[in-house]
T-cell receptor, first 116, second 110 residues
Framework: NAGVMQNPRHLVRRRGQEARLRCSPMKGHSHVYWYRQLPEEGLKFMVYLQKENIIDESGMPKERFSAEFPKEGPSILRIQQVVRGDSAAYFC??????????????FGPGTRLTVL | DQQVKQNSPSLSVQEGRISILNCDYTNSMFDYFLWYKKYPAEGPTFLISISSIKDKNEDGRFTVFLNKSAKHLSLHIVPSQPGDSAVYFCAAHRGNQFYFGTGTSLTVIP
C-alpha cells in the first residue's frame, strides 16, 4: 500500500507565476489536510478537505490560495501569483474516514516551493 | 498566535540515557495531543498520542506525560538510541484542526 504521495518534491517559480501542488492520499483515505512549514517554524494548518468538499479552510490565506479534492484524482493546492513569502515546505496528510485519533494521519514527504 | 510551543529548539543526549522533550500549550479545549518525528526531506511520522482525559501513555521506549493544570506535555524516550536523532513536533487537536509546535531537534550521541 503506497504511502501519501506528493509531487513535485521541489518546485521553483518566479514571482507572479502559479504553483500547483499535488497530493495523492493513501488508498482508502478520503480526508486530506494541507500544512505549510515556513523556515524555523512549525507546521501550520491550512485546510481540511474530504472528497469534493472543503471542510475547514480557516488556515488558508484569503487571497491567491485555493484547494480542491475532486472525486477522482489528487488533491491540489493552488497558489496564484506567488510571492517570495510563499517559499516554504508544503505537507499533505491523509486519514481514513471515521478516524478518531490522528494516529491514523499519514504525512507525505512534502513539496518544497521556492519563489525567486 | 502560537498555541503550542516547544521552547527548546535543540537537545543533545548520550546514547542509553533518557531524552525528555517538552511542549506547552495555551488552549484548554484541546482534546488530544500527539508527537511526531521528522527526518530531513521526509514528512512527519506519528509517534504517540494521548487523550486529554489521561495523564500518561506508554508505547515501548516512548512515554508521553500530560499535565493539564500546567498545560504541559512531555515525551520521554528511554533508552535513547542514535536512530532517534530527528526533529520532534508536538501537536494538539481541536475541532478540525491540528496545531503544531516549532519542533525540537534531538541528537543522540553514540
Amino acid at each position: 500500500n503506497a504511502g501519501v504521495m506528493q509531487n513535485p518534491r521541489h518546485l521553483v517559480r518566479r514571482r507572479g507565476q502559479e504553483a500547483r501542488l499535488r497530493c495523492s492520499p493513501m488508498k482508502g483515505h478520503s480526508h486530506v489536510y494541507w500544512y505549510r512549514q515556513l523556515p524555523e517554524e512549525g507546521l501550520k494548518f491550512m485546510v481540511y478537505l474530504q472528497k469534493e468538499n472543503i471542510i475547514d479552510e480557516s488556515g488558508m490565506p484569503k487571497e491567491r490560495f485555493s484547494a480542491e479534492f475532486p472525486k477522482e484524482g489528487p488533491s491540489i493546492l493552488r497558489i496564484q501569483q506567488v510571492v517570495r513569502g510563499d517559499s516554504a515546505a508544503y505537507f499533505c496528510a491523509s486519514s481514513p474516514p471515521n478516524s478518531l485519533y490522528t494516529d491514523t494521519q499519514y504525512f507525505g514527504p512534502g513539496t518544497r516551493l521556492t519563489v525567486l | 498566535d502560537q498555541q503550542v510551543k516547544q521552547n527548546s529548539p535543540s537537545l543533545s543526549v548520550q546514547e542509553g540515557r533518557i531524552s525528555i522533550l517538552n511542549c506547552d500549550y495555551t488552549n484548554s479545549m484541546f482534546d488530544y495531543f500527539l508527537w511526531y518525528k521528522k527526518y530531513p526531506a521526509e514528512g512527519p511520522t506519528f509517534l504517540i498520542s494521548i487523550s486529554s482525559i489521561k495523564d500518561k501513555n506508554e508505547d515501548g521506549r516512548f512515554t508521553v506525560f500530560l499535565n493539564k493544570s500546567a498545560k504541559h506535555l512531555s515525551l520521554h524516550i528511554v533508552p535513547s538510541q542514535p536512530g532517534d536523532s530527528a526533529v520532534y513536533f508536538c501537536a494538539a487537536h481541536r475541532g478540525n484542526q491540528f496545531y503544531f509546535g516549532t519542533g525540537t531537534s534531538l541528537t543522540v550521541i553514540p
